[in-house]
């Protein structure tokens, strides 16, 4: 039997990942070992193909078949989507031009009402999971309905499919219509707990792949007392993630100081109820005042920036993602689908590149735009930190788990935008893949070093 401290898996080829939110590290001729439990056992570099079977053997697996990549493919960490509604899939992009508070009311809660019903929920749900996993987004941070039942299928289904998975059942007891609200702020909170419960001891007792997280839609849905009772469960439970979103939009921010005059801003409000600490996953993030951003570094809480729902929704928003990132903030990726259009890490981080350019103009050159080595990282390693999840993912440091992409360039990929060329560094190409690449460049998709990429339709966001 194969003791699981031992490799089953071996890959050899480029591996790529960041060390840093400024540096990527391009490792060639990387042999990589994966143990049965989805561990990176070891990353040696520069291994000559001869020497291959010794270092296997070395680790008393000689016989070992292994995995290569050829020119113009190589591997990379999984994508992580730190901020997305799982019961908005079917309703992506669409009320655009709409303020936040309308296109809660007239689009989204109509939409979210529906998934009351545990078969249309179980429907929706195979497909989102498939086509994020598709996309290579190995990790994601899911809002669910306000509905338990909904939630709980929601979280099977990612166990079932092999994804990585953080899963909340949102709270939002006023300010939505009667249909789509939870009953009572006791129930939303004995809900909140029942799904813990579900995941913690019946799902994923070892906490393999998913866990919970506290999800309280935004202060405007959420009174005092039920602030104040889930910031009593998060205390109870030190390790409990937490999602909100937070000075996401002009109007949102003015709402919320409406509805909480005994605060002058939403940082002390969360702080407050606490639900605002190195376990918070703050979504938006646009208009923090200075006080804010100072409490955001001293709480060391994490922010989810989504170039695309903040650029395309109602009111457009360029996030101060340099400051966060000079200020040793924790930052990275959501797609926010379907505030936002799209549910593409790819299209997401391509989109914070145009949106730190304007930020860039915007403030005069003061904040620099984002490089395409910053984006990846916001994409992976940046994602990791945010989700507290960096000692598990993120990087293939030995030790981690192997979630991970292998990326083809090659015109067999069959995707538009293969277009390299013989003389092509890796370099090149893979910028050629951060900027113009999509679904049809990932050859595998590995989650705890299992191969979870669904085989049926097309997706390409
Ligand atoms: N604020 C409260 N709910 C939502 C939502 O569903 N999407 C976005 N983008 N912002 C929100
Ligand atoms: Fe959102």
Known sequence: MQLDSGPTTAFYGTFIHSKSSQEIEIISNGLLLVSASGTIVSLDKDVEEENISKILASHGNSALSVKK????????PGFIDTHNHAPQWTQRGTGRGLLILRWLNEVTFPHESKFEDPKYAEEVYAKLVDGFLKQGVTTASYYGSLHLEATKILARICVEKGQRALVGKCNMERNAPDYYRDKSNIESLEETEDLIRYIKTELDPQGLLVQPILTPRFAICCDGELLEGLGQIAKRQPNLMIQTHFDEA????????????????????????????????????????????GRMKACNVGVSHCPVSNTTGGEWGAAPIRRYLDLGIKVGLGTDSGGGFSSSILEAMRQAIITSNARQRMTDGKDKELTRDEIFYLATLGGARVCCLDHKIGSFAPGKEFDALHVSMLPEADAASTMIEDSDSIETIFEKFVMSGDDRNLVSVFVRGKSVKPSQSRQSK
């Open 69 to 76: 990549f050829k020119k113009g493919e190589f591997c990379i």
């Open 250 to 293: 002009m109007q949102e921010v003015e709402a919320t100081m409406q509805l909480f005059p005994e605060f002058n801003n939403e940082a002390d409000l969360y702080e407050h109820y606490g639900l605002f600490n190195d376990r918070s996953v703050l979504a938006h993030c646009i208009y923090p005042n200075e006080y804010e951003i």
